[in-house]
């Protein structure tokens, strides 16, 4: 005997992924599902479907947009490789942003100067962007100092 594949309704599937289901309607209007319709018209969103919604969340917990995840649902996409090295590349950059803040808190909870603005420590790696002399905390070629992988000691 042969079963029937699952079949859920945009209600159904909402539920199942913990989605409002103007969301599921939002990605079908801007291209990353197109649910099969009932005889009334109504989606039917497939076992394909399921996936394609659970690699969407996936790929948009990783931080992609919704157009770079379009381009990675679409087989045909020829740019498919060049998004994702742009987005290593902004992920690289995200965890080293991430990696100074992290060291910059765990400085501030050890320094014996309530305000960070008035330790020596945290001035000294401040002083060219105090003089105008640099833009920005960081540098944008991620290197602050020998072997120091764009993340100031601060001590």
């Not at 599902?33 to 109504?42: I, V």
């Not at 990783?62 to 994702?84: C, N, P, T, V």
């Not at 995200?94 to 420590?121: F, K, Q, V, W, Y």
Request: aromatic share 4%; hydrophobic share 35%.
């Amino acid at each position: 005997m042969k079963s029937n594949p699952p079949s859920w309704s945009v209600g159904e599937l909402a539920h199942r992924f913990d989605l409002p289901t103007h969301v599921l309607r939002h990605w079908e209007s801007v291209g990353l599902l197109a649910p099969a319709r009932d005889a009334a018209g109504r989606r039917r969103y497939g076992e394909d479907d399921a996936y394609r919604v659970a690699a969407i969340i996936s790929s948009k917990r990783a931080g992609m947009s919704l157009d770079q995840i379009r381009s990675l649902l679409d087989g045909g996409a020829a740019d498919r490789h060049r998004i994702l090295e742009d987005h290593l590349t902004d992920l690289a950059a995200r965890m080293a942003e991430m990696e100074r803040s992290r060291h910059l808190t765990e400085h501030a909870m050890g320094c014996r100067a309530h305000d960070i603005a008035n330790c020596p420590t945290f001035r000294s790696h401040v002083a060219d962007l105090v003089a105008g002399s640099r833009r920005g905390l960081f540098s944008t070629d991620g290197h602050d100092g020998p072997g120091h992988r764009g993340i100031p000691v601060l001590e």
